[in-house]
């Protein structure tokens, strides 16, 4: 769920506030790679964050943070299948 709220997020700020892959045009792929790393630790910190919080759900503190695989039995369910 807290993913699919990040791309969700990346969607909302392209629709609202135009930042897209459009802005790295003309960017070395140095400084594409930093605006991008920017980009993500932004909406990790201000979008996904406080909306897991607000779910109940696990947070990680930055972009690069590795994420716990989790196996639902099934896609409505929030039990771990073993």
């Known amino acids: 769920m807290v993913l699919l709220l990040h791309d969700i997020?990346?969607?909302?700020?392209?629709?609202?506030?135009?930042?897209?892959?459009t802005m790295y045009k003309g960017m070395t792929p140095l400084q594409t790679a930093s605006?991008?790393?920017?980009?993500?630790?932004f909406v990790t910190r201000f979008y996904e964050t406080p909306g897991?919080?607000?779910?109940?759900?696990?947070?990680r503190r930055s972009y690069e943070q590795p994420k716990e695989k989790f196996t639902p039995v099934s896609?409505?369910?929030t039990?771990?299948?073993k």
């Open 9 to 21: 997020s990346h969607a909302y700020r392209d629709i609202f506030n135009g930042i897209n892959e």
């Open 79 to 81: 039990e771990e299948q």
């Open 35 to 41: 605006a991008q790393a920017r980009d993500e630790q």
């Open 52 to 59: 897991a919080q607000k779910l109940g759900q696990g947070t």
């Open 75 to 77: 896609v409505t369910s």
